[in-house]
C-alpha cells in the first residue's frame, strides 16, 4: 500500500473525520484515491437498510459529478433481472470480490458490463462491505484506463474495503434507526428521541390541531371478515389517511387497533389558520381516497363490505412526550383537548357523519 493510499485507509480507520454522511465519505474518498494513483472512473457503493419500502441505497460517484448522486431501491427491485444480471447481486450472494476484464460492446456476459463497455470502460471490480451482523453489501469501482487495474490497485482496493466497511456499517445503523424510530412512532417523534427525549416525563406543551378518527362497525367486520382479513381491511383504511395526514404536514402519533391519533403542530413559521386549513384538506384527500376504495370493491362479493370512518378535528395545548413504565416508554399526546377530540369522534358515529 503506497503512502496516499495509507492515508485514506487511516482516514476511514478513524470514522472519516469531516464526513458526516456517507455521500461526503464517497465524495471524498474517491478523488483521494484517484491522487495516490488509483484510476478510478466510476465508484458506486449499495448498502441496504431495514425499511418498509426501500430495500437499500446506492451511492454514485463520478469524477464528472459535482455531487454523489443517491438512488433508493425497492424491494422488488432486488428481484427484478435488471439487479440479479448485476455483479453487485453475486457479491451479495457470495460475499466475495467480483471482477470482470470488459470486452468490446456487445461482448459481455452482463447487460450491465455491456453499457459500462459502450462507455469506454475497461474494467470492473466489486467488493464486498461485511458488516459484524453478517450481512453483506457492496461496492463498485470501474476504469476507463487501457489495460484496466493492475494488480497492485486491486491490492490497494481490497485493503480500502476493511476500513471503508466500518464506517459504512455505521452510517447504515444509523439510518435503520431513524428509518425504524419514523416507521414506528413517526418523523417529528422520531426526531425528538433521537435529539435524546428519552426520559420518561419528558414532555412540552405544543399547540396543535388534533386529528381523531375511527372505522365504523369495527366488531361486527371483525366477526365477518376474521382475523387475517380484517388486518388487510385495516391496512387498507390507514392507507387512505395516513398519506393526506403526512401531505399536509401532520404527523400520524399512534395506531389505537381501528382508530388513528394525528397531529399538526402550530408554529414552525405557518399560521395557525393555516395549520387548520392543512387539516380539513387532510381529511378531504383522506375521504376522497375512502371513496376511491369503496368504488373499487363495489360489487365483488369477495370483497369486505363499503368501509366507513369518521374524523373529529379539534385544537388546543396537550402534553406531549413520554409516558410509560420504567423499561417501556410511549411517546405520545395527552390533555383535555385530546379527551375531547375522542368524544366528538364518537359523536360522529351516533350521528352518522363523517366529521
Not at 226 to 233: A, D, L, Y
Not at 244 to 252: K, S
Not at 294 to 301: Q, T
Not at 332 to 349: D, M, Q, Y
Amino acid at each position: 500500500m503506497n503512502h496516499d493510499v495509507q492515508r485514506c485507509f487511516d482516514w476511514l480507520l478513524d470514522g472519516a473525520p469531516g464526513a458526516p454522511t456517507p455521500m461526503a465519505t464517497i465524495a471524498r474518498m474517491c478523488p483521494a484515491l484517484v491522487a495516490a494513483g488509483i484510476p478510478l472512473d466510476r465508484v458506486e457503493a449499495f448498502v441496504r437498510t431495514l425499511h418498509p419500502h426501500i430495500a437499500g441505497r446506492s451511492f454514485l460517484w463520478t469524477p464528472a459529478r459535482d455531487q454523489v448522486e443517491v438512488r433508493e431501491n425497492s424491494y422488488a427491485f432486488l428481484s427484478s433481472p435488471a439487479f440479479l444480471q448485476n455483479p453487485v447481486s453475486e457479491v451479495f450472494t457470495r460475499g466475495a470480490a467480483v471482477r470482470h476484464r470488459l470486452a468490446a460492446a456487445g461482448g459481455n456476459q452482463l447487460e450491465l458490463l455491456d453499457e459500462l463497455a459502450r462507455e469506454g470502460f475497461t474494467d470492473f471490480y466489486a467488493g464486498p462491505l461485511t458488516f459484524l451482523n453478517g450481512t453483506t453489501h457492496a461496492i463498485t469501482f470501474a476504469t476507463k484506463t487501457p489495460g484496466g487495474f493492475g494488480a497492485d490497485h486491486i491490492a490497494d482496493l481490497d485493503q480500502i474495503l476493511r476500513p471503508l466497511s466500518r464506517v459504512a456499517e455505521i452510517f447504515a445503523l444509523s439510518r435503520t434507526a431513524v428509518n425504524l424510530l419514523n416507521t414506528y412512532v413517526g418523523r417529528g417523534t422520531g426526531e425528538r428521541v433521537m435529539s435524546g427525549k428519552i426520559v420518561r416525563g419528558d414532555m412540552d406543551t405544543i399547540r396543535c390541531a388534533l386529528w381523531f378518527s375511527d372505522l365504523r362497525d369495527f366488531t361486527s367486520l371483525s366477526a365477518q371478515l376474521g382475523p387475517g382479513r380484517i388486518i388487510g381491511v385495516l391496512n387498507e383504511l390507514f392507507d387512505c389517511q395516513v398519506p393526506a395526514i403526512e401531505a399536509h404536514g401532520g404527523e400520524v402519533l399512534k395506531f389505537m387497533g381501528d382508530g388513528l391519533l394525528a397531529v399538526f403542530p402550530f408554529g414552525m413559521g405557518k399560521a395557525d389558520g393555516a395549520v387548520c386549513d392543512a387539516a380539513l384538506a387532510a381529511t378531504q384527500q383522506a375521504f376522497a381516497a375512502l371513496d376511491a376504495l369503496n368504488a373499487r370493491h363495489h360489487g365483488n362479493p369477495r370483497d369486505q363490505p363499503l368501509l366507513r370512518f369518521g374524523v373529529a378535528l379539534h385544537l388546543g395545548e396537550v402534553a406531549y412526550g413520554n409516558i410509560g413504565g420504567a423499561g417501556r416508554l410511549d411517546f405520545t399526546c395527552i390533555g383535555p383537548a385530546v379527551n375531547l377530540a375522542a368524544r366528538l369522534e364518537g359523536l360522529t358515529g351516533r350521528l352518522q357523519r363523517r366529521t
